[in-house]
């Protein structure tokens, strides 16, 4: 790309002088110079062990700037277009392919760890949260203002807004709500002239591309405006775990699959599939079936008697709470902790290598090709590789493929993530366990979307196909991995982006290219 050492050097004389004889700058920019602190910012919300070598393998940004401040984010910008140097915004540091902070062309990160406000009106039942928030500070300060207002985003408590809602997120509520990007009513966002937009003086175009388009394309998001939803102050939950040890669950996941769409939908399904250790040493396949019904037991019993009875739900199964206990108990903690280990922000102790893929069915697959997927889980060590069926329906099928740019909507059934983990740092361990996952994907090839054969795009795969590292990449290239992410939506997304910048400022490995950057 052509940058010299200078533009370095030039990059952080810019910056700094954009502070004038403010002190905040220390709070502000950390670089290799101060190699303790820079380290543990860097690390502090890296979640894919696999990039986070201490190794030289993997490139690290010239600097990291935590913006105290909008014009902060202005300056990295103007600064950072000025030297030509990419810019990687990071909110919750989630990104499954770790392009919130990796990239391969000298680059500076905008965390926006300091922006993380949350504000509730629950007259008005909307929240302004700052990108840098993570979920459980979402649903924290929900909480504090009402027990029967809530939004429907994601599971685990550290995943940030930033990212998050740029790619649409979804949670347990999904078939009732529809995606966390659904219920964005405003939001502020810098584009790449240093101008903070709106959503009246962005347009109603760039606001739709921003809800779902993928994240560090379009500008930097700032903050965004939720529309909350109202929630019944009983919901009931259960996790029913069945092993083809003691029955057959090839039948019982057959089964769901016809099951799923007759689903209330105040129910939301997903069975987590992997594998398990019986006592004398035996290897079977767990399924483990997990809901929430918003409503009580007494409904949701007769509701699954009638629409899969094959579970044997019972009574004793089920468990009632209040919407923000299930918020805790589906990011693992137990229902009766206190709701301040939601604004915990503490990284997972956990050195966890991982690589997820996904896909969307539409039609039931075949008894025959599940067991195909048993037989391919059986080749990991136990524990390490699982798959995960959620259901879709429901709220989904109404809202319309091009409402955002989000496409997987009426005609799927469910959604797979596969994920495969290792927790040793060597390469062939990483290189068989990829390699696994790839296999495993392409033995699922018939069994589910095509043509475009879909993925979720927060469930980043890079595998998929990648941009040029300089910029110029072509439609048709850049299409492969569009289209599976955002259906008939790329094309709209690529007329945004030319508008808006044209000059593909900000981009990364998958983020959608401006005509104008073509070759
Ligand atoms: P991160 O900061 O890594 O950002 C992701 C992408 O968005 C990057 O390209 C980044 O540059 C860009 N970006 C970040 N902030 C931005 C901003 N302010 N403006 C512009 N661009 C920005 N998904 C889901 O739908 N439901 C779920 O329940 C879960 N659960 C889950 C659990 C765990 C443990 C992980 C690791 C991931 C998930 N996910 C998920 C996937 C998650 O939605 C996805 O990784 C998000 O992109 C994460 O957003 P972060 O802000 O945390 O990531």
Redo the contacts with the bound molecule.
């Keep these: 790309s052509g940058i010299s050492p200078h533009n370095h050097e030039d990059f952080i004389r810019c910056f700094s002088d954009s502070f004038g004889n403010s002190k905040s700058i220390s709070r502000v920019l950390y670089t290799k110079s101060n190699p303790s602190t820079y380290t543990s910012i860097l690390q502090s919300?890296i979640?894919?062990s696999r990039y986070n070598y201490a190794s030289t393998i993997i490139p690290k940004p010239l600097a990291i700037i935590t913006p105290l401040k909008k014009s902060h984010i202005q300056a990295a910008i103007t600064c950072s277009r000025k030297h030509g140097i990419q810019v990687?915004?990071?909110?919750?540091?989630?990104?499954?392919e770790?392009?919130?902070?990796v990239a391969g062309v000298p680059f500076v990160v905008i965390d926006?760890v300091n922006?993380r406000r949350v504000i509730v009106d629950e007259t008005t039942k909307t929240a302004w949260v700052e990108?840098?928030a993570?979920l459980g500070e979402v649903y924290y300060r929900i909480a504090e203002k009402s027990r029967t207002l809530a939004f429907p985003?994601?599971?685990?408590h550290?995943?940030?807004?930033?990212?998050?809602f740029?790619?649409?997120?979804?949670?347990m509520m999904m078939r009732k709500h529809g995606?966390?990007a659904d219920h964005i009513i405003d939001a502020q966002?810098i584009d790449v002239k240093g101008r903070i937009l709106d959503r009246k003086s962005m347009g109603e175009d760039l606001f739709w591309a921003?809800r779902g388009g993928?994240?560090?394309?379009?500008?930097?998001?700032?903050a965004w405006k939720l529309s909350l939803v109202q929630v019944p102050p009983t919901v009931s939950v259960f996790n029913v775990t069945r092993t083809s040890l003691e029955q057959n669950v090839t039948k019982l996941v057959h089964r769901w699959q016809y099951a799923v769409s007759k689903f209330h939908e105040d129910l939301f399904s997903r069975i987590y599939i992997g594998t398990v250790n019986s006592t004398n040493g035996e290897i079977g396949i767990r399924t483990t079936f997990t809901s929430l019904f918003l409503g009580g037991v007494d409904r949701l019993l007769p509701m699954m008697q009638e629409t899969f009875p094959e579970l044997g739900l019972t009574k004793k199964d089920c468990t009632e709470m209040s919407w923000i206990e299930s918020v805790l108990l589906f990011a693992e903690f137990p229902t009766n902790a206190s709701l301040d280990v939601l604004l915990d922000r503490t990284n997972?102790p956990l050195i966890i290598y991982f690589k997820v893929k996904s896909d969307y069915v539409k039609e039931p697959i075949p008894e025959i090709a599940l067991e195909g997927i048993w037989k391919r889980l059986y080749q990991v060590d136990v524990q390490r590789s699982l798959v995960q069926f959620s259901s879709y329906g429901g709220r989904m099928n109404e809202i319309s493929e091009s409402s955002t740019p989000f496409p997987h909507r009426a005609g799927t059934q469910f959604q797979i993530q596969y994920s495969v983990f290792w927790v040793k740092d060597d390469i062939e361990t990483s290189k068989s366990r990829i390699t696994w996952m790839r296999r495993l994907y392409s033995y699922m090839a018939s069994y589910v979307s095509k043509n475009p054969r879909g993925a979720?795009?927060?469930?980043?795969d890079l595998d998929l196909g990648v941009n040029n590292l300089n910029g110029s990449t072509n439609y048709k290239q850049a299409s492969i991995w569009g289209a599976k992410y955002f259906g008939r939506n790329f094309d709209k997304l690529v007329r945004v982006m030319t508008a808006v910048d044209p000059d593909n400022f900000?981009r990364?490995e998958?983020?959608v290219p401006p005509i104008s950057s073509w070759v």
């Design positions: 919300t979640r894919n990687r915004v990071r909110s919750g540091g989630h990104d499954y770790g392009l919130s902070y926006l922006f990108a840098g993570q985003a994601g599971l685990c550290t995943v940030g807004v930033g990212g998050h740029s790619g649409g997120g979804y949670g995606l966390a966002l921003i993928g994240g560090n394309t379009f500008g930097v998001v700032i997972s979720y795009i927060n469930y980043r900000f990364n998958q983020s």
